[in-house]
């Protein structure tokens, strides 16, 4: 019998190298799967958490300029004209004053200014309620004055006789120039001598109120206008003498006007600043979310590392 040659076993092809490479490097691979998917679920759970600070941090950020596009912003401004040039040159006053101890049939309203207007016991518009039995009056009154300097006064000028010694002390429930503004955001001196109460004064003084009124325009969102008037005030209290005697005393309420005109007008923000924000608010605060999630991961994978060299 013949004896086969001992030849060496043949090589493997290209095919069988390339298959049998691959498996190892499946092999290898798999190994270190675990530990990977160890590090990333790890990662993973911290993302989420820092996820959701992210969040709350923009829903507040939202919230924030949520309000604010809702909310009605004021701005005032100051400019010099004349704002109500339709009310003919004219301002209307609310007068609201009680003299506890003077009587009705005594008390009158007069108004004098340098146009040459000179009306004593102005009674248009107005009217004197009895108080404290008799013994006092309140008046109110509604009335016009010209945009030029003057004066108007309560006193006892237009009685038919004069009380010897009449008592003007009293209390300013209300004094105000043009429409009433009732906005809760404007706070300004419209009604600056309401509450003033002189009942302590001597009943002879005379008193004098310095007023310099200002006009003010008001502006909604609809563009509509509203024209007021603020003033700024200062009192003395005197006796007064002439070369006859005692002067009859009186409530003077001496004015002026300011050239300066204060606007206050509502505004709101738009629609395009609004998103604009939102979405600078929402891209910028990912962005910096991914750069500190990064840094995060970066170093922790880093000591990592160095722990498993100092073990190894």
């Not at 008037?229 to 006796?239: G, N, R």
Request: charged letters at 20%.
């Amino acid at each position: 019998m013949t004896t086969a040659p001992n030849y060496p076993p043949p090589l493997p092809s290209p095919i069988v190298l390339t298959f049998t490479y691959l498996h190892q490097g499946r092999y290898q691979k798999a190994a270190k799967r675990p530990l990977k998917t160890y590090r990333t679920a790890s990662h993973t759970i911290k993302s989420y958490k820092f996820s959701i600070i992210c969040c709350v941090f923009i829903l507040f950020l939202f919230l924030s300029e949520l309000t604010g596009f809702i909310a009605t912003e004021i701005v005032n401004e100051l400019y010099v004209d004349d704002p109500d040039k339709d009310s003919g040159g004219k301002i209307d006053v609310s007068l609201n004053v009680s003299l506890p101890n003077l009587h009705c049939d005594l008390l009158g309203l007069d108004i004098q200014d340098e146009m040459g207007r000179h009306e004593v016991g102005h009674i248009d518009n107005s009217m004197k309620i009895p108080i404290d039995d008799n013994n006092g009056c309140r008046f109110e009154g509604v009335f016009t004055i010209n945009k030029v300097p003057g004066n108007f006064h309560v006193s006892t000028h237009g009685a038919t006789s004069q009380p010897p010694n009449p008592d003007m002390t009293h209390i300013i429930h209300k004094l105000a120039f043009g429409e009433k503004l009732t906005v809760q955001n404007v706070k300004g001196a419209f009604n600056a001598l309401g509450g003033a109460d002189r009942l302590s004064s001597n009943p002879l003084s005379s008193h004098d109120y310095i007023l310099k009124i200002v006009p003010t325009v008001y502006e909604d969102l609809s563009g509509r206008q509203r024209f007021s008037y603020q003033y700024t005030v200062a009192s003395k209290e005197y006796i007064a003498y002439s070369h006859t005697g005692r002067i009859i005393p009186a409530i003077w309420f001496r004015y002026d006007l300011s050239p300066i005109t204060v606007k206050y007008t509502e505004r709101r923000q738009p629609i395009y600043r609004f998103i604009t924000t939102i979405c600078a608010i929402v891209g910028g605060a990912f962005t910096v979310a991914g750069i500190i999630d990064s840094c995060i991961f970066t170093a922790s994978e880093a000591w990592k590392k160095i722990q498993i060299g100092k073990m190894s």
